[in-house]
């Protein structure tokens, strides 16, 4: 590798951090305005959730909204006790209705997705927020994301964490997920989306119709969140915002293999040449093959001696600028206390990125 590409890789990544970093600095918090609420359609897609179906269910019953809402629960095709839960909550709570996917459905990539549109067309309101069946949201949820959407805002990313315990594989993903959701806060606060997250997401429900849902997206094994804002964003005069509101940070579960973490990781990066935007996917080229020469390059000063200096600055460079990125995060979002975790996070964060693209590029991992 020449030396000045390397040195190419290296500025890029730094400038994007910096980048970030300038980003989630200017991101302000949200405050909950008065003004008249929209009218609210939660849709939870669920595939054999049986272990935490209950307790999201419950989290979304004890909201504090009190405008108009509903919650349409989709069954896609659960095999577990999933349809069971869901018919007994629904029977004692009006506001929420479920609806089956038929167990004969021919397989698509990415079966979220037509749950998703599935719940979509049967929602009554303007607003559809959509979150994860694992997901715990706190009970100022829906009144924090419902009050962004003011002077003409038709897109809302709203912020999250991970629970879990103090384990390091738990820890990983705590950091890891307050790095991806200051990303997206920056990006939304800069004007420029980059990534979202389909864990705590809201929009006009005539804005994802009108771009034509997921259709284009459908043969994609993932692509609900930042690819579909992507589209939506490049529709005339579409305004957005992030919502940096401590009342409405979202809760999710974390993995608890570091196989299923893999795997996970794999399958976020399986659709990543295939943005719309070249420039997006040369930026994520160049940011991979950065990360595969960290990997590979302590072995080749030991077996070809190249300078030990074009491990060491690349890999130093690198975590001067993702601790400053995730020290402003932390501050931010309130979870100073995660930056203990950011060394072991930084070593595991490398030969995993380095081995997750390729399996998610060729499809060799497994999810639900």
């Not at 909550?89 to 009006?94: D, N, R, S």
Request: charged letters at 20%.
């Amino acid at each position: 590798m020449s030396v000045f590409f390397l040195i190419g890789l290296t500025v890029v990544y730094a400038f994007l951090l910096l980048f970030f970093s300038y980003g989630i600095f200017k991101t302000k918090r949200t405050k909950r305005h008065s003004h008249k609420l929209p009218s609210l359609s939660v849709v939870l897609p669920i595939r054999n959730e049986e272990v935490f179906l209950d307790r999201t269910l419950k989290s979304l019953e004890d909201q504090d909204f009190e405008g108009t809402w509903e919650v349409i629960c989709v069954n896609d095709r659960s095999t577990d006790s999933t349809p069971q839960i869901l018919e007994s909550f629904c029977k004692t709570h009006p506001l929420f209705r479920f609806i089956s996917l038929p167990l004969d459905l021919p397989p698509v990539a990415s079966p979220k997705k037509r749950a998703l549109e599935a719940g979509f067309k049967e929602a009554q309101y303007d607003v559809l927020l959509i979150m994860d069946a694992d997901c715990e949201p706190p009970k100022t949820l829906l009144s924090s994301m419902a009050s962004c959407f003011r002077d003409g805002v038709q897109i809302v990313q709203g912020p999250k964490k991970n629970n879990g315990t103090s384990s390091i594989i738990h820890t990983v993903q705590k950091m890891e997920t307050l790095g991806f959701t200051a990303m997206e806060a920056a990006g939304f606060t800069l004007g420029s989306p980059m990534v979202a997250s389909a864990a705590s997401l809201a929009y006009k429900k005539d804005l994802f119709f009108k771009v034509g849902g997921f259709g284009d997206l459908m043969n994609l094994s993932s692509g609900d969140d930042d690819m579909l804002i992507h589209k939506m964003i490049k529709e005339e005069g579409v305004r957005f915002c992030y919502n940096l509101d401590p009342d409405a940070i979202m809760e999710t579960a974390p993995v608890d293999t570091w196989k299923a973490l893999f795997f996970q990781r794999a399958r976020w990066a399986s659709n990543g040449t295939q943005y719309t935007n070249p420039f997006y996917v040369l930026l994520l080229t160049l940011v991979y093959t950065f990360f595969v020469w960290l990997f590979i390059s302590p072995w080749l000063v030991l077996w070809i001696n190249i300078p030990l200096s074009w491990f060491i600055i690349p890999f130093l460079t690198k975590m001067a600028v993702d601790f400053l990125f995730l020290s402003i995060a932390a501050f931010k979002l309130k979870q100073l206390k995660l930056l203990w975790a950011f060394i072991h996070t930084e070593i595991i964060q490398v030969p995993m990125i380095t081995f997750a693209v390729p399996f998610g590029q060729l499809g060799l991992f497994k999810w639900k």
